[in-house]
C-alpha cells in the first residue's frame, strides 16, 4: 500500500536546469530561500504510479544541478609546499640578519626548534658569528691598545664587544683530515666562541663593578680628607658614590682585561707543556705597551689588597694569600665575582642587624654562618683539584701570589726602566682620589 506522500517538497536545485514538461507536477522558486520547489499538481491522485520516464528525468535534472554546482566552485588546490615550514623559504641573509640580532641562548633554543632550523644555524654558523659581533662592533675602527681614555664613561659596555674581541681574537682552524687542497688559514668564527666572548667581558664588567663599589665605599669611610667632606644628604652621598663608582670601573674595565688575558695565556701554557714564562707573556702585546703594563699591575695590586681585606675575619690574614693564590689559578676569575657578592650580602646583613635587633638586643644572633663562610666551603672543590693536580706533578706547594703575576712584573718593569712611576689617580669626593699604585710608585702613594 502506497503512503500518502507530502503536499509540498522543496529541493535546492541550481538555476540552470534544462526545464521539462510533466502533467502531474509544475516547477517554481518559492519566496523563501531562492529554492525550487516541487509542488504537487492537484490532479494527482493517490495511488498513481509515476512513470519510469518521468523517473529518468527527475534523476537527470538531480544529476546537472550536482555537476553544475561542482563546477561553479572553485578547486582547492593543495600544494606540497604549503606544509614546509618558514625557515625553509627565508633567505640565508635574512636568516642571518634575524639570528645576529637575538641573545644567544635564543638562538641555542631556535636550533632546539626543528632538525631544519638546526641544519641551517650550523651551515651558516661563521657568517652568523661575524655578523654578530660586527652588530656588537661600534668602537672598533677608533680602538687600538696604546690610545685608552679612561676619563669618558663607557656607554652600555656590556653590549660593546670591541675591545674584548681584539684582545681575544678567534683561534685558527683545526683540520683532522689530511685533505691540505681546501685548507685555509682564516679565523674560526664559531657561536662557541661568541659565547666565550660575551661571557669573558660580562665577568670583566662584574668584577670591575663590585671592585670598583667596595673600594669607594672603603674610601669614604677611611679616607682622612673624604670623611669631613661627606655629606649627610642622602641624595648627595648617592649621588657622589655613584659617580665615583662610575669613573673607577671604567679605569679598572680594561686592566682587569688584560689579566684575565695573562691568567688564560699562562694555563694555557701550563696546559700544553709549554715552558713559557711568565716574563716573556708580559714581553708580547699588549703588554710591550708600558702604560698597559703598570696599569694592570696597580689594578693586581688593588684586586688583592680588597680581596685579602674582604677574607677577614673568616680567613687569617696569613693564609689569605694561599687562598688568592687558589682563586687566580685554580679556580676562575668568575669565582672572584662571586665572592664580591658574598662580602656584599653579608655587609647588607650587618648594617641591617641593628634594626633588626633592636627590639631584643639581650638576645644574641641565633648563627654566625656568614656568605663569606660559605663561599670558602664551596672551594673545597677547588682545593681537591688543586690537590689531585699536585699529586700529579709532584708539587706540594700551595700558589702563592708572588709566583702568579707579581715575580714577573717587577722584573720586566725593572727591565723598562719604569722605575719610579706615577700614581694613577681617579677623583671622587672634591679632591679626595682613589690612588692606584705599586710598589715602584713615587712616594705619595705610600
Not at 154 to 170: A, E, M, R
Not at 207 to 229: F, K
Request: charged content about 20%.
Amino acid at each position: 500500500m502506497l503512503t500518502r506522500r507530502p503536499s509540498a517538497v522543496s529541493i535546492h536545485l541550481s538555476h540552470h536546469l534544462v526545464p521539462w514538461h510533466c502533467p502531474n507536477f509544475r516547477f517554481g522558486f518559492t519566496s523563501e530561500a531562492n529554492s525550487f520547489a516541487v509542488q504537487q499538481s492537484p490532479t494527482w491522485r493517490e495511488g498513481q504510479i509515476m512513470s519510469p520516464r518521468v523517473v529518468r528525468r527527475f534523476r537527470l535534472i538531480i544529476h546537472r544541478a550536482k555537476h553544475t554546482v561542482s563546477r561553479q566552485r572553485k578547486p582547492t588546490i593543495t600544494s606540497p609546499n604549503d606544509n614546509e615550514p618558514l625557515w625553509k623559504h627565508l633567505p640565508t641573509n635574512v636568516l642571518v640578519q634575524i639570528l645576529a640580532q637575538c641573545d644567544l641562548y635564543d638562538i641555542y633554543s631556535l636550533i632546539l626548534t626543528c632538525r631544519l632550523l638546526h641544519r641551517r644555524i650550523y651551515r651558516y654558523e661563521p657568517a652568523i658569528a661575524q655578523e654578530y659581533l660586527r652588530q656588537r662592533q661600534r668602537l672598533l675602527s677608533q680602538f687600538s691598545f696604546t690610545e685608552l681614555n679612561y676619563d669618558e664613561l663607557l656607554h652600555s659596555p656590556g653590549d660593546d664587544l670591541s675591545f674584548i674581541s681584539v684582545l681575544f681574537p678567534p683561534p685558527p682552524p683545526q683540520y683532522t683530515g689530511i685533505d691540505t687542497d681546501t685548507r685555509d688559514d682564516l679565523p674560526e668564527y664559531t657561536l662557541g666562541y661568541v659565547a666565550d666572548l660575551n661571557r669573558c667581558w660580562t665577568t670583566c664588567v662584574r668584577l670591575s663593578y663590585y671592585l670598583a663599589e667596595y673600594v669607594v665605599h672603603h674610601h669614604l669611610q677611611t679616607d682622612a680628607l673624604a670623611q669631613p667632606l661627606w655629606s649627610s644628604s642622602k641624595t648627595e652621598k648617592e649621588v657622589v658614590y655613584s659617580r665615583g663608582v662610575g669613573l673607577l670601573q671604567t679605569r679598572l674595565l680594561y686592566p682587569i682585561a688584560y689579566l684575565i688575558f695573562f691568567l688564560e695565556t699562562h694555563a694555557a701554557a701550563l696546559d700544553s707543556k709549554q715552558h713559557i714564562s711568565q716574563q716573556s707573556i708580559l714581553q708580547q702585546p699588549p703588554f710591550t705597551d708600558t702604560s698597559v703594563l703598570l696599569s694592570t699591575h696597580h689594578c693586581m695590586h688593588l684586586l688583592c689588597s680588597a680581596v685579602r681585606r674582604l677574607m677577614a675575619p673568616e680567613i687569617p690574614h696569613v693564609s689569605t694569600e694561599n687562598w688568592l693564590g687558589l682563586l687566580l689559578t685554580t679556580s676562575t676569575v668568575e669565582r672572584l665575582v662571586d665572592f664580591f657578592i658574598a662580602a656584599a650580602a653579608d655587609e647588607i646583613q650587618r648594617t641591617s642587624s641593628p634594626s633588626l635587633s633592636s627590639a631584643s638586643s639581650s638576645s644574641p644572633p641565633t648563627s654566625t654562618w656568614t656568605h663569606r663562610r660559605e663561599f670558602m666551603w664551596k672551594m673545597r672543590k677547588d682545593w681537591d683539584e688543586f690537590v689531585a693536580l699536585s699529586r700529579e706533578s709532584n708539587v706540594d706547594a700551595l700558589p702563592s701570589l708572588e709566583g702568579i703575576w707579581f715575580k714577573a712584573a717587577q722584573r720586566e718593569i725593572c727591565r723598562r726602566g719604569a722605575i719610579p712611576h706615577c700614581v694613577e689617580e681617579v677623583p671622587v669626593l672634591h679632591g679626595s682620589v682613589v690612588a692606584l699604585g705599586c710598589e715602584f710608585c713615587d712616594g705619595t702613594f705610600l
